[in-house]
């Protein structure tokens, strides 16, 4: 970790090569976070960008360790935020493979209704802010207008709109909402007929495009050697959509396509992720009319403890794999729980796409790695 | 042909940006499609979901009588420390010992609203109240007791 006295001796030794050291952050608005980046510079090319993290570390992993396997659930929706249903539903996952404990069918579809929804309402959220990073403030305004509907419809069925923590092991926490159906039908409607405006405001935009365009290009190989997931490894090409790989739930019996992308720049990342949005809208019409009737949370002991062992599940968030693995010593808490964020190796992956271009399509490459601070900095 | 290619640059560029704008112009042209909410002066009209999780609260009937039984489920199911339960023994007129809840102490700066606490308690006694308005000047006004003075436990509630 820098401190302000290295920083300031950094700089006058650059200085002789004409080289300047920039702190973008911690509290910079355009990294949606605190994340610190000290860039090197040389005129206005990048030469070098390190990341510095650790300012919202609040040591979930550790914390995990002293929860039981009820309460530690609810901690990993302060990590990815957006996707906090995606990751409460991993942590459950392992606990009901661990225990080998029965899933009612009407819970799954739940989960994934609500998986897709919280995954387009993360995408919106992406949408907007990568927008007004580039400078376009509008569409802002126009993505939070369908995300207010997801938002809403968390509220009533989850009671809360951002960390829903509606997952328990076994099932869900209380039944849906009766409303629920009705509102995501009208979700639906009201997302198909204003998802052009996006193309208009954004997609078709000459300076969007030319900003994003060839700006940011990370080869597949590269994806996978740094080890990036979702939309970004996927807009280089690379199949790494854990829904159509490892299904969990009720992924294989749905019908939807896994977006690909080969242009691996950053106007193919954000392509991928409007993509992406339709294809969860497919899913999501595809079970909201067969929800079965039944159980909506299996039955569990009253004590839940996982067996001697090491466990690992794996869903697929709005950012990428989303990895829980635990060791159990056979108590009613973890020994050890470790947590794979999509964030912290995307993340990784800014130094490698943006030496050589410059400050200004630092935004561009950055924004569509859709980086969530928390996620990276457990 | 590089004055060819500049008047096409320029001519999908002001179209590009034209219907964009035409988007913009749309809705300010159409105020009632315009869904922003004017808080805090609707908080008259304000619907917030039944199921809202805002704060813990102990619902007491017309005769100030709960249904807490004090056997501290929810403090157990708390991940936060966020609700201590004081219990003292009642004699009843017969003669017999009852446990019976003296406070519960309910921290709401510790409290994430996860909901655990309800799901755990076995006679229903609290319950999650959307009021989400909960900001005070001093720190210990959050700190609350959720049984009402006076308050005893329902007949018939083991």
């Not at chain 1, 067996?307 to 050890?336: D, I, L």
């Not at chain 1, 912290?344 to 630092?362: A, E, P, Q, R």
């Not at chain 2, 655990?116 to 229903?124: F, K, Q, Y």
Request: glycine share 8%.
């Amino acid at each position: 970790m820098y401190n302000q006295t290295e920083i300031i001796k950094d700089t006058s030794e650059l200085g002789a090569d004409g080289e300047l050291v920039i702190n973008m952050g911690p509290q910079h608005p355009a990294t949606h976070g605190v994340l610190h980046l000290v860039v090197t510079l040389n005129g206005e090319t990048i030469k070098k960008i390190e990341p510095h993290l650790g300012y919202i570390h609040r040591s979930i992993e550790k914390m995990c360790e002293s929860l039981t396997y009820r309460q530690f659930i609810y901690v990993t929706s302060r990590m990815d935020y957006l996707s906090s249903h995606i990751n409460n539903l991993g942590c459950a996952l392992l606990v009901e493979k661990g225990m080998q404990i029965e899933v009612p069918d009407r819970a799954k579809y739940v989960r994934v209704i609500l998986s897709e929804l919280t995954r387009i309402a993360s995408h919106e959220l992406w949408l907007g802010a990568m927008a007004m990073d580039l400078g376009a403030f509008t569409p802002f305004f126009y993505a939070f207008r369908e995300r207010e509907m997801i938002t809403d419809i968390m509220e009533d069925t989850c009671g809360a709109r951002l960390t829903m923590n509606y997952i328990v092991p076994g099932g869900l926490m209380y039944d849906l909402h009766p409303d629920f159906q009705k509102k995501v039908k009208a979700f639906i409607t009201q997302f198909k007929s204003k998802v052009t405006e996006y193309e208009d405001l954004v997609t078709n935009n000459v300076i969007f495009q030319s900003r994003t365009k060839g700006v940011g290009i990370l080869s597949a190989e590269d994806a996978i050697s740094y080890g990036c997931t979702g939309p970004v490894a996927r807009a280089s090409g690379v199949s790494c959509d854990i829904r159509k790989i490892y299904p969990y739930e009720v992924y294989d019996k749905v019908q939807f396509d896994e977006v690909l992308e080969t242009a691996g720049d950053s106007f193919a990342r954000y392509m991928v992720r409007v993509k992406e949005m339709n294809q969860s809208i497919r899913i999501i019409e595809q079970l909201i009319d067969n929800i079965p009737e039944g159980d909506f949370v299996g039955k569990t002991k009253n004590v839940l403890k996982l067996p001697k062992g090491e466990f690992y599940t794996r869903v697929e968030t709005a950012r990428g794999e989303f990895g829980v693995y635990v060791v159990s010593e056979g108590g009613t808490t973890p020994h050890r729980i470790k947590f794979r964020s999509p964030g912290f190796s995307n993340l990784s992956v800014l130094n490698h796409i943006s030496v050589g271009s410059k400050i200004g399509d630092l935004m561009a490459s950055m924004g569509t790695l859709d980086l969530v601070i928390p996620d990276i900095d457990r | 042909m590089f004055l060819k290619e500049y008047i096409t640059d320029v001519v999908t560029g002001v179209t590009s940006l034209l219907k964009g704008m035409r988007k913009t112009g749309y809705y300010f042209t159409h105020p009632k499609e315009i869904i922003t909410e004017q808080y805090p002066d609707n908080r008259a009209t304000l619907l917030m979901s039944d199921r809202f999780k805002g704060e813990v609260v102990m619902p007491h009937d017309a005769n100030n009588e709960h249904t807490c039984t004090g056997c501290t489920a929810c403090e157990l199911a708390c991940p936060n420390g966020t609700i201590k339960v004081v219990t003292k023994f009642e004699t009843s007129p017969e003669g017999k010992k009852k446990k019976a809840i003296d406070a519960l102490v309910y921290r709401l700066e510790l409290c994430t609203m996860c909901n655990l606490c309800i799901v755990a308690c076995p006679s229903d006694a609290i319950k999650m109240a959307p009021n989400f308005e909960h900001s005070v000047f001093d720190r210990t006004k959050l700190t609350k007791v959720l049984n009402q003075p006076g308050s005893k436990i329902r007949e018939g509630i083991e």
